[in-house]
Structure formats: structure tokens, C-alpha cells
């Protein structure tokens, strides 16, 4: 047995790691110690859970002061039994153990999840702030050397060096025929896993970096648990921990892949990719990634560029490309100018490029043996605590593409079903901020930004005025001000700004609301407080950021909430993933209609006296049906 000592905080602490069953005596009698709750994690082999030859290698298992790191192809059974204990534990970033030992070991997630405790949970509920954003910070070592010990070693450092040595060593033995012939073969780009994969299972530091993870996430259960409830966090917390285990259960399940039609739009992708080079090329850019390049053609085409980056060059980037390309955020025509020809092509030949790589290749690398994607569900993201989606990110898809949404497929003798919240945030704005015009537009069921614009412009206003009126009321809602809205919509500046202060004349209670809240924050705690209790801290220079804060935090809020109650009604097996206000969902097609229709039911609601509509939609075969796709179009 390897016996390493380590100090923490003052203590000694001890890391066990077995070599033989004669040897787990020791482990036993500490399971017989009776803590109530034990740190739980896992190492793997890399971060693709569901992709093929995925492994877990060790699972650890300790308290404050003793680790138990465990090889699964020695003991794995013992493991199990242990973690089928009537105990709790407590995990860092417990979603991904979750699932990985469901997967690996068969302890499945419904046994697991409600008996354990996720410090991440604990940090975002107490600072949602990256370290860099003046936060403490989201990752296990940052939280421990403040509440733990902040002189504990960080033996990641001492890992990446070793994983580093390793990468370094595998490339030199790989060419790039072998890779390429890897790929012809079966779809996929090989890739290593930063070494994890390959480090000696007995080496001292990694089995001392496995080992005080178990320590250091007890130590600081017990840290930040009391501040929980003290704070009067603890349901909130219940909550977060129940939505975490259900989030799980949806990316276990995974989606189908179109992997035949994935492969051609490849081929179609890096064409359209080379046709816009090829474009590009015609007005002298010879390199649509190089800033001087395009900025020297756009001013000899007679463009006037107005940015600069710190380096003193010309900003030639998405923004400023958008502009001149004649195209909003959703890549639909502005119609404030005719559109430059060299910023269409540049901006069409890097976003099939950026599909490419971001998306199609992701599909082919990250789906499991029988073709299903498995993309990770952050259930808590970012300060408003949104959900997003990675690997790959499909929340940053255009809402009108659907190219590749086109490749999610439904289930044989399924159809895909979308139930998407109808104007939620600003529904969430009229009701916080009792904006009474609005909240009677939304009562009577007419067309919010054209009932805007009618306010602001009379009854003949534009399609253009319309478009103006959204973007506003999306100002309010994610923050942004008139520079922002002038490059969304090509209005004039000061067309802009007579927009938002009409804006806020036909809806003065918005401003009210927004100066109430900055108010708050100024002379009290830097933080607004959402109607589900959630502490959301203000930069002291960006308390205007108050209002955007609560508004998204609670419809995040409001979504989750759907997602409990759908699998409470006994839908959860439906599901397949959230989307920004979007919940994607399959079902046997003799059944869709009646399981899209109670979806679209049980998201539906009244909040603060405001009526919150769903419709829930049977699309069609495949994802980017619902976005224009052939509906029909898919695997069966």
C-alpha cells in the first residue's frame, strides 16, 4: 500500500492508495467511522464521458483528514458497495462524477443524486463571480485557499507539467498520415485527453492530487454549508442540488445524430467556406483572417472604418463586419444599407469555418458508440446563474439556422418536439416592474414590439420602427446601449436615442424599476436580490446592470422550475435539453401531439399576475425542422 502524509491547514492528513484486497481492512473500518457525509471524486481519462474508450480510473473517497483513492480494476465492486452506503458525500462539480460513475460503475444517478452535496452549487450561490470578475471563484483549489488553507500546494501545477512532457512525447510518435487514416476510418479526430489518460495509475502526484481533492472539498463543506443556511439559502440550494440531478439525467440520455447526413454537411461546409474565400480574394484579400488585409480592401472599396484595437489597427471585426454586411445578430438583412460584398464574404467564410470545427467536427468527436450526442447541461453559468450548453456549445446557434440543428435527429418511430417561452424576459420585466401598457399588451395577446411601436411612431410605424422597438426593449432586458443598438439595427445615432427615451416615456415604470434597484445597490450591499433569493453581485461600476441581472436570473429561474415540474408530471423522460428559453423534446409519434401539448401546459403560467405562454410543437423528424429544415427529413 502507497502511504503519502500531507499537511492542510495545520493538520495531518493521510492519503491511502491499496494495491490488494488484503489490503482494504483499513478502508472498511474507516466506512465504519459513521461521518455523515464524505468527500466523493473520481479520475478519468478525459472529459468525454459517453465517448467510446472512456474510462474511469480511480474513485476517492475521504473525510477532513484521510483519503481512500481506489483503482476501479481493482476494486470496483468495493466502491459500489460503499457508495451505496445510506450516506451523503460531498463533490465538486458533482454533475460530471455523477455520470461518470453511472456510466462506469452502474451506481446510476437516481440512487446517487439526492445524496449528495455539490460545494460548486454552495460557491455560485454564495459569489456567482470568476476569480477574475473580483469573485473567489468556481474551482475547488481557488475556494480551498480561501476558506481551507491557503498554503496548500496546487498539484495541478505539478500535473500539467507531467501531462505537457506526455503530449509532447505522443506527437512526436504520431504522423499525420496515421491521423488522417484514423479519421477515414472511423469519423473521428484522435485526441489525448492532456494525459490523464496515460500517467502512471500509481504515480506519487497523481495519486496525491486525487487524494486531497477528497480532503480539501470535505473541509470545505463544512466551511461554506453553515453560510448556506445561515444566509437563508438552504432552498434554494435543495433546489439547485434537485435540478442538478435531473440535468443529468437528460445528458445521460443524449440525443441521435444524423451522422451520414453530418458527413456531407462537411463536404458542403468547407465549399461554402472556399466559394467565400474564393470571393474575397477577388477584392485582394488573399487571407480572410488577416485584420490589415480586409480593413486595407474595405477602405480602398470607399468603407469608413472608425475603430481601432490597442494595437492601433483598424477593427475589422464581427461588429463592425455585421454592420457593413447589412446583417443583424440572426444574420438576417438590416435593410439600413446595401450590403458590402467583401464583409458578406468574410463574415460567410469564417462562420462556415466556425461550424466546422465548433460544431460538425465536435458531433463526429464527441458522440458515443450508437451515435448519440451527450452535450454537457451547466445547470449554473455565469453570474445570473443561466443554463448553458457545451461540448459543442449549441446555445450560441442563430435562432434561425438550421443547418445544424438539422443533424439532431429524433429516435426511430419518434418526432421532435419544441416548447419555447413566448417573449419570456420581457414578460418577467413588465411583471417586476408593473409596467401596466405592457402588461395590457400581453393580456390581450397582441404583438408586443409592434404594440411598441405604435405607442412610439402612431399606427403607421414600420417594419423597421418594429425592429428598432425590439431591440430597445432587448436592451433593457440584456444590457447594451445606443452604440450597441445603432450597429444592430443601422439606425442613425440619433434615431436611436430618441427611440429609448421614447422607450422610456410609453414604459416609465421601467426606469423606475432600474433606478430603484441601482439605488439600492448604491447605498447598501454592491448585490440585487432575485424573487427566488438569489444573490447577484453589482460591479461598483456597472450597477445599471441591475436590472439586466434580475431579469435574466429569473427567467432562468422560471425555466428550471419548468424542468422540475415536467419531470414531477412524469414527462422527464421526454425531455433532452434546455436551450436559452427553449426545452427540446422527443416522443413516439403516436403520442407526440398529446406530450407536446401538456409540455407547452405545464411551462405555461401566470407570474406576478402576468400571464408566461409555451406552445408546445410536434416539428417534425429532426431539430432544425422547427427552423426551416425538411420536417420529414432524419433516419427512419
Not at 116 to 133: G, N, Q, W, Y
Not at 347 to 358: E, F, G, I
Not at 368 to 373: K, M
Not at 408 to 428: C, K, N, T, W
Amino acid at each position: 500500500m502507497l502511504i503519502l502524509n500531507h499537511t492542510i491547514a495545520g493538520d495531518a492528513c493521510t492519503i491511502y492508495f491499496p494495491e490488494r484486497r488484503s489490503e482494504l481492512a483499513g478502508f472498511r473500518d474507516f466506512l465504519a467511522q459513521g461521518d455523515k457525509v464524505l468527500g466523493l471524486d473520481t479520475e478519468t481519462t478525459g472529459l468525454g464521458i459517453y465517448e467510446d474508450g472512456f474510462e474511469c480510473r480511480l474513485v476517492q473517497i475521504g473525510n477532513g483528514r484521510e483519503a481512500w483513492v481506489l483503482r476501479v480494476d481493482l476494486f470496483a465492486d468495493v466502491i459500489c458497495e460503499a457508495l451505496r452506503q445510506n450516506r451523503h458525500f460531498v463533490v465538486h462539480n458533482a454533475a460530471f462524477d455523477l455520470q461518470v460513475i453511472d456510466r462506469t460503475l452502474g451506481v446510476k444517478i437516481e440512487e446517487l443524486a439526492d445524496r449528495v452535496f455539490d460545494t460548486k452549487i454552495f460557491a455560485h450561490l454564495l459569489d456567482p463571480r470568476m476569480k477574475s470578475e473580483g469573485g473567489a471563484g468556481l474551482r475547488l483549489k481557488e475556494l480551498s485557499e480561501i476558506y481551507v488553507d491557503d498554503t496548500a500546494p496546487d498539484t495541478e501545477e505539478g500535473l500539467s507539467s507531467i501531462f505537457s512532457k506526455l503530449y509532447a512525447d505522443w506527437k512526436k510518435t504520431v504522423s499525420k498520415e496515421t491521423v488522417d487514416a484514423h479519421v477515414r476510418k472511423s469519423g473521428k479526430r484522435p485526441h489525448v485527453s492532456y494525459g490523464f489518460a496515460n500517467i502512471k495509475i500509481d504515480h506519487e502526484l497523481y495519486v496525491r492530487y486525487a487524494g486531497l481533492d477528497v480532503i480539501l472539498v470535505t473541509r470545505l463543506f463544512y466551511e461554506l454549508a453553515p453560510t448556506i443556511k445561515d444566509l437563508g439559502l438552504n432552498p434554494l440550494s435543495k433546489f439547485e442540488h434537485h435540478l442538478q440531478g435531473l440535468l443529468c439525467v437528460m445528458q445521460r440520455k443524449g440525443m441521435k445524430l444524423d451522422v451520414a447526413y453530418i458527413h456531407q454537411l462537411r463536404l458542403d461546409l468547407q465549399k461554402e467556406h472556399e466559394d467565400y474565400a474564393l470571393v474575397a480574394k477577388r477584392y485582394g484579400v488573399e487571407n480572410i483572417n488577416s485584420t490589415d488585409q480586409v480593413a486595407d480592401a474595405l477602405l480602398g472599396m470607399g468603407e469608413t472604418l472608425t475603430e481601432k484595437t490597442d494595437g492601433g489597427k483598424w477593427k475589422v471585426d464581427k461588429a463592425v463586419l455585421s454592420t457593413l454586411a447589412d446583417l443583424d445578430r440572426e444574420w438576417e438583412r438590416i435593410e439600413a444599407r446595401d450590403p458590402n460584398p467583401l464583409a458578406d464574404a468574410v463574415m460567410r467564410a469564417k462562420r462556415a469555418s466556425k461550424w466546422q470545427t465548433s460544431y460538425v467536427d465536435a458531433f463526429l468527436d464527441y458522440r458515443d458508440p450508437d451515435d448519440r450526442l451527450h452535450a454537457s447541461i451547466n445547470g449554473l453559468q455565469a453570474r445570473t446563474a443561466r443554463m448553458s450548453v457545451s461540448r459543442p456549445p449549441l446555445q450560441q446557434l442563430p435562432s434561425g439556422d438550421f443547418k445544424i440543428r438539422r443533424a439532431v435527429v429524433a429516435d426511430p418511430g419518434h418526432v421532435m418536439i419544441s416548447s419555447d417561452y413566448d417573449q419570456i424576459e420581457l414578460r418577467v420585466l413588465a411583471a417586476l416592474a408593473d409596467v401596466k401598457a405592457m402588461k395590457h399588451a400581453i393580456e390581450t395577446g397582441v404583438d408586443l414590439h409592434g404594440y411598441t411601436a405604435e405607442l412610439v411612431y402612431g399606427p403607421n410605424y414600420t417594419k423597421f420602427h418594429r425592429k428598432l422597438m425590439k431591440g430597445t426593449g432587448f436592451g433593457k432586458v440584456y444590457g447594451g446601449g445606443a452604440e450597441t443598438l445603432a450597429r444592430q439595427t443601422g439606425a442613425p445615432m440619433d434615431g436611436v436615442k430618441h427611440a429609448i427615451a421614447e422607450y422610456d416615456r410609453v414604459y416609465p415604470e421601467i426606469k423606475r424599476y432600474s433606478k430603484k434597484l441601482q439605488s439600492r445597490a448604491e447605498f447598501g450591499k454592491k448585490e440585487v436580490i432575485t424573487v427566488s433569493g438569489r444573490h447577484l453581485p453589482l460591479d461598483r461600476d456597472r450597477l445599471y446592470s441591475a436590472t439586466n441581472y434580475v431579469i435574466q436570473s429569473t427567467a432562468r429561474d422560471i425555466l428550471a422550475q419548468a424542468i422540475v415540474d415536467l419531470f414531477d408530471a412524469g414527462l422527464g423522460d421526454y425531455l433532452l435539453l434546455p436551450i436559452h428559453d427553449e426545452l427540446l423534446a422527443q416522443a413516439p409519434a403516436d403520442v407526440a401531439d398529446e406530450v407536446a401539448a401538456e409540455i407547452g401546459r405545464i411551462m405555461s403560467g401566470m407570474f406576478y399576475g402576468v400571464p408566461l405562454s409555451s406552445t408546445g410543437e410536434v416539428t417534425g423528424r429532426n431539430w432544425g425542422a422547427a427552423y426551416g429544415a425538411d420536417p420529414m427529413a432524419g433516419i427512419w
